[in-house]
């Protein structure tokens, strides 16, 4: 099978990768680039834990092709904090314990981060749908959803 | 397996046309690219088709709206006027899988992927939907329904591209709505799905219909003995009696772990009861 030559922009740097026609995104971004954030939960869409942000966008990873990603903006989680400043829904994730075991939490944060940049000030069901395609084996959600509620809080200057 | 990203229908019609193994259209991907996963899938060839100029676009015409094949389904409700004129059409579109999938999901794919539960298929053919195909062949409209033939089975030919959906420009007093029963609140498959498309009388009774039922059959079922209890009625307890029982003889649909048939008759007549009340109040009926 021979390779395609990818251009696209990942986390605000223009990148250029090699990819088979059936790599995922997923692939490239953990096998070729190095960028382990984002995880293969189930490798189907039910899970979230591949979740990236692309065109503003919120897909699972697992099913775009790396080729589609030609010309396209992604941005993963290794471009949430700025240098060692965290952004605000890492901070609270933090602070609510709202991870145990990590696998399912870059998925979260980027579904959360489109979910406030759509809905600034969303409900707790706007919440608990908009991530119902991210799924936590540990948390219980509860505590995600106070951080999100949290976090949405502060990056509105409501600090807690 | 080669991918492909043509600028134009006729390279992306050709490519198709000329494939020699196995080949598939992309949209949205989220059936196609969990079934090239499995063992037993291969295809040759993959054909995005989301660089083609206006497959992206939801266009307004004089007769109604042209949806491009490209448009993700979270777009459809970022649509006002589509969303006010087909409001059934597109709660069941958005009904489909996550945030993540709606991103991506189209409702072309839903229509061409031929799963009998696909959520948007009844809601297009509760409301009449038209499909406009590009082939080797030229161009040709025709009904959405008419595309799924089975599970997994269109009448689509080799090479043949849905370039949009056609929905007319409601008439004046009309409502659709859709309803799904899942056994969790979202992220599930249909166990029924039901779709009815009502236009109402100045006097407000209602003077046509179309009841589409999903998940109960191989494909989506048009059924007109139902649409023919409500025709002339107000939605009365009589007619919506007449409609359940309608809708539930319609239904032949198979036992599964998800429900048995005659759970799934049952709760068809029920969503269709639902879903006729909502229509009948979004056409402006009290
Ligand atoms: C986690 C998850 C949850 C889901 N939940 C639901 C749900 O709740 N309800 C539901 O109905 N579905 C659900 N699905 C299935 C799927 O998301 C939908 O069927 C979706 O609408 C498919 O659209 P797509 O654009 O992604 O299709 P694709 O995967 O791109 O294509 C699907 C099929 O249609 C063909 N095709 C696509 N576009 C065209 C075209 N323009 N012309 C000719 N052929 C074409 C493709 O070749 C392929 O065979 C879910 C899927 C996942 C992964
Ligand atoms: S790995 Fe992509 S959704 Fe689970
Ligand atoms: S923290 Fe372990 S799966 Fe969510």
């Given amino acids: 099978?021979?390779?395609?030559?990818?251009?696209?922009?990942?986390?605000?740097?223009?990148?250029?990768?090699?990819?088979?026609?059936?790599?995922?995104?997923?692939?490239?971004?953990?096998?070729?680039?190095?960028?382990?954030?984002?995880?293969?939960?189930?490798?189907?869409?039910?899970?979230?834990?591949?979740?990236?942000?692309?065109?503003?966008?919120?897909?699972?990873?697992?099913?775009?092709?790396?080729?589609?990603?030609?010309?396209?903006?992604?941005?993963?989680?290794?471009?949430?904090?700025?240098?060692?400043?965290?952004?605000?829904?890492?901070?609270?994730?933090?602070?609510?314990?709202?991870?145990?075991?990590?696998v399912c939490t870059p998925g979260f944060l980027m579904a959360a981060k489109a979910l406030l940049a759509a809905h600034p000030d969303p409900t707790e069901k706007e919440i608990r749908f908009w991530l119902a395609g991210n799924l936590c084996r540990c948390t219980g959600y509860d505590k995600i959803v106070r951080a999100v509620q949290d976090a949405a809080a502060e990056m509105r200057g409501e600090g807690t | 397996?080669?991918?492909?990203?043509?600028?134009?229908?006729?390279?992306?019609?050709?490519?198709?046309?000329?494939?020699?193994?196995?080949?598939?259209?992309?949209?949205?991907?989220?059936?196609?690219?969990?079934?090239?996963?499995?063992?037993?899938?291969?295809?040759?060839?993959?054909?995005?088709?989301?660089?083609?100029?206006?497959?992206?676009?939801?266009?307004?015409?004089?007769?109604?709206?042209?949806?491009?094949?490209?448009?993700?389904?979270?777009?459809?409700?970022?649509?006002?006027?589509?969303?006010?004129?087909?409001?059934?059409?597109?709660?069941?579109?958005?009904?489909?899988?996550?945030?993540?999938?709606?991103?991506?999901?189209?409702?072309?794919?839903?229509?061409?992927?031929?799963?009998?539960?696909?959520d948007s298929v009844p809601a297009l053919v509760a409301a009449d939907a038209r499909v406009r195909v590009i082939g080797p062949n030229g161009t040709r409209t025709i009904s959405a329904q008419n595309i799924p033939v089975g599970p997994g089975k269109t009448s689509l030919e080799k090479g043949d591209i849905i370039d949009a959906i056609l929905l007319a420009r409601p008439q004046p007093r009309s409502g659709d709505a859709y309803l799904r029963f899942i056994p969790r609140t979202e992220m599930d498959i249909a166990v029924v799905g039901v779709a009815v498309n009502l236009t109402l009388g100045a006097d407000g009774s209602v003077q046509t219909a179309r009841v589409a039922l999903g998940a109960v059959a191989p494909s989506v079922i048009l059924s007109e003995e139902a649409a023919r209890t409500l025709i002339g009625t107000k939605l009365e307890a009589a007619a919506l009696g007449a409609l359940e029982a309608a809708c539930s003889a319609a239904s032949i649909p198979i036992d599964d772990k998800r429900g048995t048939v005659a759970f799934r008759k049952q709760v068809a007549g029920v969503l269709a009861r639902r879903a006729a009340r909502i229509a009948y109040e979004r056409a402006g009926g009290k």
């Fill in chain 2, 1 to 118: 397996m080669r991918y492909e990203r043509p600028g134009t229908i006729e390279d992306a019609v050709a490519m198709l046309a000329q494939a020699s193994g196995r080949s598939f259209v992309l949209a949205g991907g989220t059936d196609l690219l969990v079934r090239m996963k499995s063992d037993d899938f291969d295809a040759d060839l993959v054909v995005d088709i989301k660089a083609i100029p206006g497959m992206d676009e939801i266009a307004e015409t004089a007769d109604g709206f042209a949806i491009g094949a490209a448009v993700s389904c979270a777009e459809l409700a970022e649509n006002s006027a589509l969303v006010s004129a087909w409001p059934g059409v597109v709660e069941a579109a958005n009904l489909i899988g996550s945030t993540q999938i709606q991103s991506r999901c189209t409702m072309t794919g839903n229509l061409c992927n031929a799963s009998p539960a696909a």
């Fill in chain 1, 1 to 102: 099978m021979t390779s395609i030559a990818v251009s696209t922009t990942i986390n605000g740097d223009d990148v250029e990768f090699l990819c088979r026609a059936d790599e995922t995104l997923l692939d490239v971004l953990r096998n070729r680039l190095g960028l382990m954030g984002a995880k293969e939960g189930c490798g189907t869409g039910d899970c979230g834990a591949c979740s990236t942000i692309m065109d503003g966008r919120v897909v699972c990873s697992c099913l775009v092709l790396g080729a589609e990603t030609e010309g396209r903006e992604i941005e993963t989680i290794e471009g949430m904090a700025n240098g060692s400043d965290l952004h605000p829904l890492q901070s609270k994730f933090i602070e609510h314990a709202a991870l145990q075991c990590g």
